[in-house]
């Protein structure tokens, strides 16, 4: 009988690639994937780091697996990704957590079967991080989540040092991938079946770094767009500093350009975005999403903000707050500043609760209300949606997105990956209702 894996992943949509590709490594290795953790010969455990609250949810997930280990001694337990890049994890775990077998990282993660292997031969735990690569492997098996949509890393690593994160230590120098290597792996998923292709690297807008012929983002995103079979491209994420607009003119052009950005903007204050290390002021960052709305009709914009930086004054807070009004977010995700060992910002002193939680609700507070406001330009429309499957809070209904990204649930009979025409009955705040139309 075939031995069974499960992989548990915690963290971004890179993480989430890489644990397809490490899923596509153990198929190709003649495991077969299992939602029972009890009934697994392999698990892996792909950690995030970015904030603290991933790194008790990981700790916590990790400590369930004692049990199995306990049960089941013969089961490889394994622990990758972020945090294993930063030596202070590896030692906990070797300290704590003893029942972990194999420890590998962010930038070997082809190794893995060798890895896997060669513990099964000696039952020796084993331990295998590069601190960087300049290498990127190419032809890795992939078994993806969806036939209709997949993940394509364009680029990998940060270079911009934000001064409060973690992934430039744990993701390395930025890299991009060859362009033909990406439109290759594009028309072969094209050819699959696949429509719908999310482009993924930390900063989109600055590929190129390290190619010998150099192409920007603008025209790779082209040449994605001119696959045939391919309806739709996002990419994420997009840094302010470096949205050309050669970029919004190709969006603006490419009917299958996916009209919705996300553009971190992460404080309103350019005193805190100073000492953020983001490299833009709060007047570029609104003249921009102006721009944006301006030249690409319908553009969603989404954002990422963190609430409690160090030093952050109610001043600076009334800044970001007046920020997220004048720029009329689609969707946005709050953070709360969490302070990474190894970070600029770690060195500075933290701001208390009691300053931090007030500021936080007012920011959701208000941007519920744009949210709400925003979601109302859909009622009554006809949108064009791509099933991705049974609605989550209903079975009976399907669940898919709009070009624009936005959630919608609604009736009728399709498919996952059918493309539909969607009548919105009802916009919700996070979500839209609706009932497919049948011609
Ligand atoms: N490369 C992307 C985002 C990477 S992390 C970008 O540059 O936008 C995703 C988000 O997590 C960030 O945009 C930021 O808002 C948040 N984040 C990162 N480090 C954080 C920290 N130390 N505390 C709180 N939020 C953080
Ligand atoms: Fe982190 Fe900044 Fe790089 Fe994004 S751009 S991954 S926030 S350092
Ligand atoms: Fe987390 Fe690493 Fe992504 S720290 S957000 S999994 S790059």
Redesign the pocket.
């Given at each position: 009988m075939a031995e069974k894996y499960k992989i548990i992943t915690f963290g971004c949509q890179m993480n989430e690639n890489d644990s397809e590709k490490i899923s596509g490594m153990l198929a190709e290795m003649g495991y077969l994937e299992s939602e029972d953790t009890d009934q697994c010969d392999v698990i892996v455990i792909n950690t995030c780091s970015?904030r603290g609250n991933a790194d008790d949810k990981f700790f916590g997930a990790l400590g369930q697996l004692k049990q199995l280990k306990q049960t089941k001694p013969e089961a490889v337990i394994c622990v990758c990704g972020c945090m294993m890049q930063q030596e202070v994890f590896r030692r906990e775990i070797k300290e704590k957590y003893r029942f972990v077998d194999i420890i590998f990282g962010t930038h070997n993660i082809t190794e893995f079967p060798e890895l896997l292997n060669r513990y099964k031969a000696s039952r020796k735990k084993l331990e295998s991080v590069l601190e960087d690569t300049p290498d990127i492997p190419e032809n890795v098996p992939v078994k993806r989540a969806f036939k209709h949509k997949a993940y394509v890393s364009i680029a990998f690593g940060?270079?911009?040092?934000?001064s409060?994160?973690?992934?430039?230590y744990t993701?390395g120098r930025?890299k991009s991938r060859r362009p033909e290597d990406i439109l290759k792996e594009v028309r072969c998923l094209a050819e699959d079946g696949c429509k719908e292709i999310m482009l993924l690297g930390?900063?989109v807008n600055s590929y190129d770094k390290g190619l010998d012929d150099k192409i920007s983002f603008a025209e790779l995103l082209g040449k994605v767009s001119d696959i045939a079979g391919i309806e739709r491209v996002r990419f994420m994420?997009s840094?302010p500093k470096d949205l050309s607009d050669e970029l919004i003119d190709v969006i603006a052009e490419r009917d299958n350009i996916c009209n919705s950005i996300h553009l971190?903007v992460?404080s309103g204050s350019d005193r805190i975005l100073r000492l953020?290390?983001?490299h833009y002021t709060r007047e570029h960052y609104i003249s921009l999403v102006n721009k944006i709305r301006d030249r690409i009709p319908g553009v969603a914009i989404s954002t990422?903000i963190i609430v409690g930086f160090p030093t952050e004054t109610d001043e600076d807070f009334a800044d970001t707050l007046d920020l997220v009004r004048k720029c009329a977010y689609d969707s946005a995700f709050t953070f709360i500043f969490s302070p990474r060992t190894g970070t600029k910002a770690a060195l500075m002193e933290e701001l208390p609760d009691e300053v931090i939680k007030p500021r936080f609700q007012a920011l959701v507070d208000t941007l519920q209300e744009i949210i709400v406001s925003k979601s109302q330009i859909y009622a009554d429309t006809i949108q064009e949606v791509i099933a991705d499957g049974r609605s989550r809070s209903n079975d009976m209904m399907m669940s898919g997105r709009t070009k624009s990204n936005k959630l919608v649930n609604f009736s009728g009979d399709c498919s996952i990956g059918d493309t539909v025409n969607v009548r919105i009955t009802e916009a919700k705040p996070y979500y839209l209702l609706g009932e497919m139309l049948h011609d």
């Open positions: 970015v940060c270079d911009n040092f934000c409060y994160c973690i992934v430039p993701r930025e930390q900063n994420t840094h971190p992460q953020m290390n983001r990422d």
